[in-house]
């Protein structure tokens, strides 16, 4: 289950439907109701509730997705790019994500979900990452 606050318009999730779980994209929050409208990859729209949508670790295989490219092993992790934005994940004995875009870094401890580096992203750029 995902924290409803964390949800925002273009969030990748899981979704779950009578024990299907899709991937989709969010299209609209309504916050009074707590449910946010999810588009799957079937091209179909449907509301959810929080309890019925989850997270998606953040892998080699989303970042690929979401248009970043390996860079070069560095001493602190494994780094990926986009433009000017680097993603590096530690798997060290303290696993942790370093975002960094233009004169901000984030250092956050432990493993980022897909939404939240969208989240994050957003916050750094002013753009929405898709």
Known sequence: MINF???KAGDIVLAKYEEQIME??????????????VLTHEEQE???SAEDLFPIPLTEEQ???L????????????AYVRGPFTVVLSD?????????YRDETRNIPGSIMVHQLQNHYAGMTL????
């Open 46 to 48: 449907s509301w959810y």
């Open 5 to 7: 606050s964390e949800l």
């Open 24 to 37: 989709g994209k969010i299209l609209q929050v309504d916050h009074e109701l707590k449910q946010v409208c």
């Open 63 to 65: 970042l690929v997705k």
């Open 92 to 100: 060290g004995s303290a696993p942790h994500t370093t975002l960094h």
């Open 67 to 78: 248009k970043f490219s390996k860079s070069e092993e560095n001493s602190d992790g494994r």
């Open 127 to 130: 753009f929405h990452l898709e």
